[in-house]
């Protein structure tokens, strides 16, 4: 039976919101919240990337994931992949930008 976990807050990380179930996906978010206190812990930056087809619930679990690492004080930094056609890295440069705030 899919694992269901409801919360009635939204989040930026991919757009999605926590409203909607998570479905199925209990065991990786057991792992990212066991992950989660030992990268606050260490003070040092780290990444998760996930990687899957598309429909099969990524952008969701992100979502879950940073809610749970904002709740610690965490700064999180979400991208989405681009098409082919795109330039490499830009997700994360524009990104890494949109901490810097703006440029002249």
Same mark, same amino acid.
């Not at 899919?2 to 209990?26: M, V």
């Not at 965490?74 to 949109?98: D, H, N, Q, W, Y």
């Given at each position: 039976?899919?694992?269901?976990n409801d919360?009635?807050?939204?989040?930026?990380?991919?757009?999605?919101?926590?409203?909607?179930?998570?479905?199925?996906?209990?065991?990786?978010?057991?792992?990212?919240?066991?992950?989660?206190? !030992?990268? /606050? @812990?260490?003070?040092?930056?780290?990444?998760?990337?996930f990687?899957?087809? #598309? =429909?099969?619930g990524?952008?969701?679990?992100?979502?879950?994931?940073?809610a749970?690492?904002?709740?610690?004080?965490?700064?999180?930094?979400?991208?989405?992949?681009?098409? !082919?056609? /795109? @330039?490499?890295?830009?997700?994360?440069k524009?990104?890494?930008?949109s901490? #810097? =705030?703006?440029?002249?």
């Amino acid at each position: 039976m899919p694992s269901r976990n409801d919360h009635s807050e939204t989040t930026e990380a991919g757009g999605d919101s926590l409203e909607e179930p998570l479905i199925d996906r209990q065991l990786e978010l057991d792992l990212l919240r066991q992950h989660i206190p !030992r990268v /606050a @812990e260490s003070g040092k930056g780290h990444a998760v990337l996930f990687l899957g087809e #598309s =429909g099969v619930g990524k952008s969701r679990l992100a979502a879950e994931a940073a809610a749970e690492a904002r709740k610690r004080g965490m700064t999180v930094i979400s991208v989405r992949c681009l098409g !082919r056609s /795109a @330039e490499p890295l830009l997700p994360f440069k524009e990104a890494l930008a949109s901490l #810097s =705030g703006p440029h002249s």
